[in-house]
């Protein structure tokens, strides 16, 4: 592997939709400890199996309906209760969902797809403090699977949208969650910003509607921002400064189930251009509907105009996952309030704004930019070790950049840097790091030295 892929940061988000299932039971399975008769057993089952059916067809609320006639019959079973709480979620009814998840986690508390499903709704709800601990449960039962590791990124990062959330306290707002994740709008100079809108003719799924929710998304948007955004919309994408697009292509997208994925660039002004991606694929189990991209739409088009956060109240179009009991997409009062304040206020710096400053540095091969940022975000959050870990990187691959150049004088410093920050931590990037620093050193005729810090594995 090459060493730059190594320090690679780890987190990666998924969507927890993605990875919910209903799970069948046929006739022939092996069946519960169960009061319920020979025949009770049967009907649950085909209850069952009747609302698997309805499920892979959309149609929830009849779904609903069976596996509550299945939990009646043979209420033991906890898969009955799992597939009723995926129902009752998928219909948006987060209380009910849970409770019944709840009820199948304590019947079998190692079934791993239940415990997804109850973290699934938490998550609905905005409870993301609830929804860490039942993942954290699906990792302890295992095995270890490509699928428990994408469950430990989700767990990370979930942990900081916890701890960013935990600023989400207005009625009104939620706009310091928002400024404590970004700090980049689009500069007064810029407006009116320049939208580039691509036809979607040809796409699978696309309809022509489509086009007009996008349109009105970003209408909505700069109507709430009373009077700071401005937009034109131009005929060609490279006069644009924001520009759309409609695929059915999910590679890269770090979260589906918020219907689209939207990439920025920054400078020193600010946000410079963004790049949205709708989607048009059926987020299964249930199919793509009118509602979901009007919805998506408005929530891509907020992150574009600079909210790179979420809200944590499900209402709001910001909300980091499509809710389930959404019908007629609006901009909220929270949402209007927060788009107001976001350009009207002296954002200041937190530290994860510039540790998401380091991070555009980072990508753009900025590294001497990307250690600054992170060295004050550091400053201002110790503790924290998403901006150490990034720091580390950042020396890493400020040394590695600099050999590539042609210096084998400057790289030292960086490399020790690196090792300083990584010495306490021993986590997999240690190793990686004596190794290439050992390297160096005996490249540049410093063998003594070398031997010294090969020691330190």
């Given at each position: 592997m090459p060493l730059r892929s190594a320090l690679k940061s780890s987190l990666v988000k998924i969507t927890l939709a993605s990875i919910l299932q209903v799970i069948a039971l046929g006739a022939d399975?092996?069946?519960s400890a169960s009061a319920a008769s020979p025949e009770e057993v049967r009907q649950a089952i085909a209850a069952n199996n009747e609302g698997m059916v309805l499920v892979n067809n959309g149609e929830?609320?009849?779904?609903?309906?069976?596996?509550?006639?299945?939990?009646?019959?043979?209420?033991?079973?906890?898969?009955?209760?799992?597939?009723?709480?995926?129902?009752?979620l998928k219909l948006g009814h987060f209380d009910g969902a849970i409770a019944q998840l709840e009820e199948s986690v304590k019947l079998q508390p190692d079934f791993s797809r239940a415990?997804?499903?109850?973290?699934?709704?938490?998550?609905?709800?905005?409870?993301?403090?609830?929804?860490?601990?039942a993942l954290k449960r699906v990792v302890e039962i295992g095995p270890p699977s490509p699928e428990i590791d994408r469950i430990k990124a989700h767990i990370e990062l979930l942990s900081k949208e916890n701890e960013i959330g935990n600023l989400d306290k207005s009625e009104t707002d939620y706009v310091e969650s928002i400024k404590a994740r970004n700090k980049f709008r689009w500069a007064k100079s810029r407006m009116p910003i320049k939208v580039f809108m691509k036809s979607g003719e040809g796409v699978e799924n696309f309809k022509p509607e489509y086009e007009t929710f996008l349109k009105d998304a970003f209408d909505q948007w700069v109507a709430a921002s009373n009077?700071?955004?401005?937009?034109?919309?131009?005929?060609?994408?490279k006069d644009a400064d924001i520009t759309t697009e409609w695929t059915t292509d999910t590679t890269g997208v770090l979260n589906l189930s918020e219907l689209g994925d939207t990439r920025y660039k920054c400078d020193g002004q600010g946000m410079a251009s963004a790049m949205i991606r709708m989607l048009l694929v059926d987020p299964k189990p249930a199919k793509l509907t009118p509602v979901m991209v009007q919805w998506g739409a408005l929530h891509e088009v907020g992150h574009a105009f600079g909210l790179l956060g979420h809200s944590r109240n499900p209402g709001d179009v910001m909300f980091s996952v499509y809710p389930a009991n959404a019908e007629n997409p609006k901009l909220t009062a929270r949402d209007v309030a927060t788009i107001q304040k976001f350009y009207?206020?002296?954002?200041?710096?937190?530290?994860?704004s510039l540790n998401e400053a380091g991070n555009i540095a980072a990508k753009?091969?900025?590294?001497?930019?990307a250690i600054t940022q992170y060295e004050k975000s550091v400053a201002l959050k110790p503790e924290s070790n998403v901006p150490t870990q990034n720091l580390i990187r950042a020396n890493y691959n400020q040394a590695l950049y600099l050999l590539q150049k042609g210096d084998t004088k400057s790289p030292d410093q960086y490399f020790r840097r690196a090792l300083e920050l990584e010495k306490?931590?021993?986590d997999e990037n240690y190793p990686v790091i004596i190794k290439s620093y050992s390297q160096y050193l005996k490249m540049v005729g410093r063998t003594k030295e070398a031997a010294e810090i090969e020691k330190l594995k």
């Open positions: 399975r092996e069946a929830f609320k009849p779904a609903a309906d069976k596996f509550e006639t299945a939990c009646k019959l043979e209420p033991e079973r906890s898969l009955f209760h799992c597939n009723y709480g995926f129902a009752l415990w997804i499903n109850l973290a699934v709704a938490f998550e609905s709800k905005g409870d993301t403090a609830r929804a860490i601990p009077g700071q955004l401005s937009v034109e919309f131009v005929k060609k994408a009207a206020e002296d954002l200041g710096d937190t530290w994860l753009n091969g900025d590294y001497a930019l306490d931590r021993h």
